[in-house]
């Protein structure tokens, strides 16, 4: 599944990295500490989080992720941005809790196993 | 095939590159008639060995502290610099790829050649292997900055010839700032980029020199991260002069922490650090003493090896 479905069928907000939209997600993680995101994702996972400090640019990046959804209509930070853009790092915002978007996720097709 | 990536890349810019690429233009040089007694002041203002004697631009020698020292011990009469200068020379030419420079230190073993420019015939420059190591970097697009790189450039060059490769990155890593935080190691991965390594072995040093980066930040108020390449595996040695660590055996543990509860608000004292560190590497030694400080050492190889897991 292509990221842009998604955020069409989540009514998120792209915020930084529109030119990605279109790559492949191949899994999900939904995880607020770092170090569980750099442990346990693949490339191409979108991340579902409510932090929205610079690191979780810096985690993106270097796992190689395909987003990273904002919940709680949570915003980045300007620095989170400014790299996110820098990085080429889509961010995407929802409205919905956690639980909601994961949820919505899953019933298109989005899988928390790598494999599965 | 196990030779490395970068290395080839290292080995075409020997070849592609030439001497005029890496020689320095701006090198003071004497007249014939300049007096021996004078070389001694006229070096030590520059802070140089040696300088070109020139007359309208052609080479005629170069007189060093060494003939300047001979000239002293004979006694004799003050005389001209093209008296006691040396004049069988070795020069390489400004349109020779800079392998062949490289060559010449090896085989010589001076510390620098002139350059002749070839149309005319004049002294083009002159060049060190510093100027090579220099020009190699800038070429592969390494950000280059006198504090954050080192290096030991015999072992770059005997090891280019042979190679190996040595190259040292060192990063101080300031402990204010947790949110800024993965500043050293954003730069080391785009370093790596740029020498060609795989992005696997990139990803694992990435995360690695994160982790270690977030670690010095959140726990010890900084210190230094130094990652070293050479032909085998890229050596992390991350230094503090923290608080140490009191138990090692339980820091690794998955899931320990001592972050205290803000840190953990940001996402950070998840108990992963160490062991995520060790799932990227081939090994991972920590020494600390309490109240002095903790020093690591993460080995990752850069060829692909079964025996290192995830990710």
Not at chain 2, 153 to 166: E, G, I, L, M, Q
Not at chain 2, 208 to 219: F, T, V
Request: aromatic share 6%; proline share 4%; glycine share 8%.
């Amino acid at each position: 599944m292509k990221l842009n479905a998604l955020v069409d069928a989540l009514n998120l907000e792209t915020v930084s990295g529109e030119s990605r939209l279109n790559e492949e997600v191949s899994a999900g993680y939904v995880s607020d500490l770092m170090s569980d995101v750099i442990a346990h994702t693949s490339e191409g996972n979108i991340w579902v989080t409510l932090q929205v400090h610079v690191n979780i640019v810096a985690v993106a990046s270097m796992k190689g992720l395909a987003g990273i959804i904002l919940i709680n209509g949570r915003k980045p930070e300007d620095k989170t941005l400014e790299k996110a853009k820098s990085e080429n790092i889509p961010i995407l915002l929802s409205g919905l809790p956690a639980f909601e978007v994961v949820g919505r996720l899953y019933r298109l097709g989005v899988s928390g196993m790598q494999d599965a | 095939m196990k030779r490395l990536i970068y290395t080839h890349k290292v080995q075409e810019l020997v070849y592609e590159l030439k001497i005029r690429d890496a020689a320095v233009t701006d090198v003071l040089t004497v007249p014939p008639e300049t007096k021996m007694s004078e070389v001694r002041q006229i070096l030590r203002t520059r802070k140089i060995t040696a300088a070109p004697v020139l007359r309208e631009g052609l080479l005629l020698g170069i007189v060093s502290v060494e003939d300047y020292i001979n000239w002293l011990t004979l006694e004799g009469e003050d005389c001209p610099v093209s008296a006691c200068m040396s004049k069988d020379l070795i020069v390489l030419h400004d349109d020779e790829p800079m392998i062949h420079a490289m060559k010449y230190f090896e085989k010589y073993r001076y510390y620098e050649f002139p350059v002749i420019e070839r149309e005319s015939g004049k002294l083009f420059g002159i060049i060190t292997k510093f100027d090579v190591i220099v020009a190699l970097l800038k070429a592969l697009g390494i950000d280059y900055d006198r504090k954050e790189i080192s290096y030991k450039p015999t072992h770059f060059f005997n090891d280019v010839s042979a190679d190996r490769t040595k190259l040292v990155f060192t990063y101080k890593v300031s402990g204010n700032d947790i949110k800024a935080g993965g500043e050293a190691s954003s730069r080391l991965k785009k370093n790596l980029g740029s020498l060609g390594i795989h992005p696997v072995i990139i990803r694992r040093v990435a995360i690695a020199s994160y982790e270690a980066e977030m670690n010095l930040i959140i726990y010890a108020g900084g210190g230094t991260i130094k990652a070293t390449l050479d032909g085998k595996n890229i050596l992390l040695e991350v230094t503090d002069n923290g608080p140490g660590i009191p138990d090692i055996e339980q820091a690794l543990k998955p899931g320990y922490s001592t972050a205290s509860n803000w840190v953990r608000e940001l996402g950070f004292g998840a108990g992963m650090g160490l062991p995520n560190i060790q799932n990227c590497a081939e090994r991972l030694d920590i020494q600390s003493s309490i109240g002095k400080g903790t020093s690591i050492r993460i080995t990752i190889p850069l060829e692909e090896l079964k025996e290192v897991r995830k990710p």
